[in-house]
């Protein structure tokens, strides 16, 4: 079972001193929001398949709002985006059409209804969803 990592990471040294540590992946949320370019950097040195986009997300008026802070600070940025963006700077799926047919296919980004969010998860509708975007090897 991979063991990974996540909370506190904010650079490729950080990343690399919980690998150190036993951790088979790290795992990034706010600082991958605050500075994007610590995906590609995370990626070029330990390969995508270590890394995961951690989101945390919420419904609103206009669909889904990334937060960052355990959920508790919205930024602004739409989810589906931020994700694709997530995508392509991890090199996960390297055309446009695979990674917007990989992201509509989640469930977790394009909930058909919102109840069945709630049953799912067991959190109300505006409650932040965390969910995962990574390069999963065979076995992993």
Known sequence: VPFTIGGGIRSVEDAQAVLDAGADKVSVNSAAVARPGLLDELAEVFGAQCVVLAIDAKAG????????????????????????????????????????????????????????????????????????????????
Do not use: M
């Open 61 to 140: 008026d206009d669909g889904w709002e990334v937060y960052v802070a355990g959920g508790r600070t919205p930024t602004g940025r739409d989810v589906v985006a931020w994700a694709r963006e997530g995508v392509e700077r991890l090199r996960a799926v390297p055309d446009g059409d695979a990674a917007h047919s990989a992201l509509t296919q989640s469930t977790a980004l394009c909930p058909p209804k919102p109840k069945e969010i709630e049953i799912a998860t067991g959190r109300p509708r505006n409650a932040p969803l965390p969910f995962s975007i990574g390069r999963a090897l065979p076995g992993t």
